[in-house]
């Protein structure tokens, strides 16, 4: 069975600093997608970046960046020159092909000014 | 992991049917949620349950209707949907602290529901 695990519950950094968040996951496919979304107080699910496994080269969204393992399994986000509107809580999820989706448990990360 | 489970997995249903998503919890959590996952947008949020107590209903249609009888069990009542209802639908629970933070989320593995 597929299984994703964010092993930082909470983090914290300071403004403008270069944060990673660490995503593992397990699956015997070879075809699927990773996200990353994120949750702020507002509670409405943002997604924040794609990655499709088959591609090698890593998705990035302005400031934020994956690196992207797959042989490790391995789907880290970093968010660079962090800004306080980054404070939110993170969810790593991996969709298989037929569309079943497995969210992680979340990393609350606080920007502190 | 058990730890939150959802019935059924599948559901097939057409439009005049009723119909209810379970979500159960066996974490001692004191929050759960509803989420909508589907092609054309990514995950929402549609529903929060603190204590029992709905705190959240992100203008979803009344054709959704939440019940929370108890903190482990949240259910979804469907009735009349239409087929743009299609979609996964994720229950998730996790532990609010007295200044109502909330910690990790623990994710069930969703309910497929397709409106015919």
């Known amino acids: 069975a597929q299984t994703v695990t964010q092993s930082q519950p909470e983090m914290s950094v300071q403004e403008a600093e270069t944060v990673t968040l660490s995503c593992t996951y397990d699956t015997s496919e070879n075809n699927y997608y990773l996200f990353w979304y994120k949750q702020p107080p507002s509670r409405q699910m943002i997604l924040v970046i794609r990655q499709e496994a088959y591609k090698q080269q890593n998705a990035t969204e302005n400031r934020f960046s994956v690196n992207f393992q797959k042989a490790a399994k391995s789907f880290s986000l970093k968010i660079s020159d962090s800004q306080l509107g980054d404070t939110a809580m993170y969810f790593c999820?991996?969709?298989?092909?037929?569309?079943?989706?497995?969210f992680g448990k979340g990393t609350r990360l606080h920007i502190l000014p | 992991e058990t730890g939150v489970t959802q019935t059924p997995r599948h559901l097939v249903m057409g439009m005049t049917n009723k119909k209810s998503l379970k979500c159960e919890q066996h974490l001692g959590h004191n929050a759960m949620y509803w989420y909508k996952q589907s092609a054309k947008k990514p995950l929402e949020l549609m529903f929060v349950y603190n204590f029992k107590e709905q705190t959240e209903n992100n203008s979803v249609p009344s054709r959704f209707s939440p019940e929370c009888p108890n903190s482990s069990h949240l259910f979804l009542h469907l009735h009349t949907l239409q087929p743009e209802d299609s979609a996964l639908y994720l229950c998730a629970s996790s532990q609010v602290g007295t200044l109502g933070v909330e910690n990790e989320q623990y994710f069930g593995p969703g309910t497929r529901l397709t409106v015919t």
């Open positions: 999820a991996f969709m298989s092909d037929d569309d079943k989706i497995i």
